[in-house]
């Protein structure tokens, strides 16, 4: 009977309701909060790297441009808004547009799309190999076309403790297409037949 009285009474208790539905409520909105926060960085980050590769690609266009110079200027840019960022470039040139992820001239004879014992190929970058992707890296020469890439890695501004491999470590990548300026004759591709061993 006295369990009863107890159950009625507490039925009727007010007191703690709004603590209790806080508790519920608080980690499932903090969460969406943080995510919110986390993915407006990200996007943030994601322009601010745009435009310091496209401000760094344009500076090396021209001849006497530094690529070193301009990786730097991108890191600068880039630690403002990411904090403890690590920053990774690559660069690599083609004579034409037409030629971006071209393999070299090759004789297939069994046509499987790879350089195989005894079949001859052009060697058009003088390395004395065949490359599957014609490219050479580096910055390349008068009028020659140069895709620039840079990935930034951070660690998330907004991490959860418990939750360190979905929100711990982020990564963006940007790339451009430049042509370099005109400032001389553009060397063309290499003409050597070599067979590969």
Known sequence: ???ALTLRALRHQKDGIAATEF???APVFLMLAMGLMDLGNMAYARTVLNGAIQQAARSTTVEG???TAANTM??????KSLPGVTVTTSRRSYYDFADIGRPER????NGNGTCNT???YTDENGNNRWDADIGEDGNGGSNDVVI???????QSVFAVPFMPRAWGQRTLTASTVRKNQPYANQENYGSTVRTCT
Do not use: P
């Not at 991108?74 to 630690?79: D, E, G």
């Not at 090759?106 to 004879?109: C, E, F, P, T, V």
């Not at 620039?148 to 951070?154: D, K, N, P, Q, R």
């Open 65 to 67: 441009g530094s690529a």
């Open 74 to 79: 991108v890191q600068s840019i880039v630690a």
């Open 118 to 120: 005894g079949e001859s």
């Open 1 to 3: 009977m006295r369990a």
């Open 106 to 109: 090759l004789n297939d004879s």
């Open 148 to 154: 620039y890439t840079v990935t930034a890695s951070y």
């Open 23 to 25: 508790a519920l409520i």
